[in-house]
């Protein structure tokens, strides 16, 4: 447990802190499931070769149905996650939608319109809180569109947050059409450009994302109050969304890469009183 809970702090501190302040019925679940998705997150940056890619894929996808049929795995994120479903009733079609929209992510490496960036934000972050919901017994259409929403939202967001690193790779994450839109080039966002049209397309990402934001808020009053430690991402990306404004929606600025230390006090304000 102690060395999963570790790679959620190494790998993704923010949402190690929200998992941290889960209702504590879930908290290990939530742990197990982070770390899932963060390995299957991650391959595309530790492979150069797509054979490669498919099979380390296939393994995860193997590993899932083998976990299902009550065989125990020797990996320690696939350990917990084993005492997760065994827990938890988790369902393996969300877990397997982890692993397919990032495969297809990277066999397809380029994301033609905005819409295109939601379904693939939906489908590779919101399984996410969809499993903690089945790990909670919560059944409310309401709360499943709020929870859809915040997925959405903060698949957009990682999505923005990563281009400074994705250029480095060659690899350009922004939709096509928002490039065309803006009449930005390869060679402006591969040269870290500050320029209006650049400036000009993140803002149209952010606020896309800031729509989604709105709604899932919308929606969590007026769903289960259980939820309420579910959606505590709210807090890092909004003030991420924040800085970015402050930023002028200058995406390469290097204080947007920072970590806001003040964060898990404002964490812990908002599950308190909301």
Not at 83 to 98: G, P
Not at 143 to 161: E, T
Request: net charge positive.
């Amino acid at each position: 447990m102690q060395r999963v809970v570790f790679h959620n702090e190494k790998h993704d501190f923010e949402n190690y802190l929200c998992t941290l302040l889960l209702h504590k019925s879930i908290r290990r679940t939530g742990f197990a499931v982070r770390a899932f998705n963060i390995e299957v997150a991650t391959l595309q940056d530790q492979i150069s070769d797509m054979k490669i890619g498919e099979m380390r894929f296939k393994f995860w996808e193997s590993s899932l149905t083998e976990i299902y049929k009550n065989k125990i795995p020797k990996h320690p994120v696939l350990i917990e996650l084993y005492t997760a479903t065994k827990t938890q009733k988790l369902s393996i079609i969300y877990l397997k939608r982890l692993i397919s929209s990032r495969e297809n992510y990277m066999l397809n490496s380029s994301l033609k319109t905005i819409e295109d960036l939601e379904t693939y934000a939906e489908n590779s972050v919101s399984p996410v809180y969809y499993l903690f919901l089945e790990a909670m017994g919560i059944k409310d259409m309401k709360v499943d569109h709020a929870v859809s929403h915040l997925g959405k939202c903060q698949g957009i967001i990682n999505i923005i947050r990563g281009i400074p690193y994705n250029t480095k790779s060659g690899r350009i994450s922004i939709p096509q059409d928002i490039l065309l839109k803006y009449k930005v080039s390869y060679e402006n966002i591969i040269r870290n450009s500050s320029e209006q049209n650049v400036r000009d397309a993140i803002y149209e990402l952010a606020s896309r994302a800031n729509s989604h934001l709105m709604k899932a808020k919308s929606l969590e009053k007026e769903g289960n109050k259980r939820i309420k430690s579910i959606c505590l991402p709210f807090v890092p990306l909004h003030l991420y969304l924040e800085n970015l404004r402050i930023a002028d929606f200058n995406v390469f600025d290097k204080q947007l890469q920072e970590r806001n230390n003040l964060l898990p006090m404002k964490l812990l304000w908002r599950k308190i009183v909301g």
